[in-house]
């Protein structure tokens, strides 16, 4: 297998609140939700860097599509956005806290000489921000 991931897909409780949490608070672009036509296809996607998308899918069509009970809560795992310094750490945080994050650990220091700090979104997703001093993005 090639480690080529392509999507990232989030179940969710509410479309309409998560379109808004990630398009308006967090201000990701989307053409809004479409597949409205067929029965559980509504869904959300954004283009992120390099091809990703990251999907936005009702927690019942999720589990309907991959033909598994639907669970109760998310499971254990978290989604890191990686920032080039300090401040930018701290202006995603900021942003996601006023967009409705709950906010989990606030930026601080790490063990391994960087800088980050942990969100949940409405529906409990775990986000990182973090900077880390041995990597750097092109600003897009």
């Known amino acids: 297998m090639q480690?080529?991931?392509?999507?990232?897909t989030l179940g969710v409780e509410d479309l309409q609140a998560?379109?808004?949490?990630y398009r308006d608070g967090l201000g990701l672009a989307t053409q809004g939700i479409v597949g409205c036509e067929f029965e559980g296809g509504a869904v959300v996607f954004f283009d992120l860097q390099g091809g990703l998308k990251l999907a936005l899918f009702p927690r019942q069509s999720l589990a309907r599509d991959a033909g598994i009970p639907l669970a109760a809560g998310g499971g254990a795992c978290s989604i890191a956005h990686n920032v080039n310094s300090q401040t930018e750490v701290d202006a995603v945080m900021k942003q996601a806290a006023l967009a409705g994050a709950s906010i989990v650990k606030p930026a601080q220091s790490t063990f391994w000489g960087g800088y980050a700090g942990y969100f949940r979104d409405p529906d409990n997703h775990l986000w990182e921000v973090a900077w880390n001093p041995q990597w750097t993005f092109p600003d897009d």
């Open 18 to 21: 998560s379109l808004r949490f």
């Open 3 to 8: 480690a080529r991931i392509s999507l990232i």
